[in-house]
């Protein structure tokens, strides 16, 4: 066998053993090699109305600009496995809003809800 015969198949070797390594931190992904700064999905949790091949296998942290205050912030890759695997939102959305702005729209959706219910009183009270 030629040398480079010899060192082709040690690296076919030495990749075998580094995918089993791999998948056995649980850092191999339905094929697909999780970066060691990523987060290794769970596809089984995430939601089933979307078809496999948008499924993402890991989730690394992402920049965004919040559109309403246009501050830069970071959507971690554990918010995102929290998002898709547990809250069980669609692979579609993504992060826009800052923690701040989100904080102010729930509190102003809260608001409203309140100011609908006081009018339903009045309402019925009238
Ligand atoms: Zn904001």
């Given at each position: 066998m030629s040398d480079k015969r010899k060192k082709?198949?040690?690296?076919a070797i030495r990749e075998r053993r580094r995918l089993n390594q791999l998948r056995e931190?649980?850092?191999?992904?339905?094929?697909?090699?999780?970066?060691?700064?990523?987060?290794?999905?769970?596809?089984s949790q995430q939601d089933p109305n979307n078809s496999y091949s948008l499924?993402?296998?890991?989730?690394?942290?992402?920049?965004?600009t919040c559109c309403d205050c246009g501050k830069a912030d970071v959507w971690t890759a554990e918010q995102q496995k929290?998002?898709?695997e547990t809250a069980k939102g669609s692979l579609y959305a993504?992060?826009?809003r800052c923690r701040d702005c989100r904080i102010r729209l729930k509190d102003l959706k809260e608001e409203q809800r309140q100011h609908m219910e006081e009018m339903k009183r009045r309402d019925a009270d009238g």
């Open positions: 082709r198949k040690f690296n931190e649980g850092r191999l992904v339905n094929g697909e090699e999780v970066p060691s700064r990523a987060v290794p999905a769970d596809q499924r993402p296998a890991y989730y690394i942290d992402l920049d965004f929290w998002y898709y993504t992060a826009i």
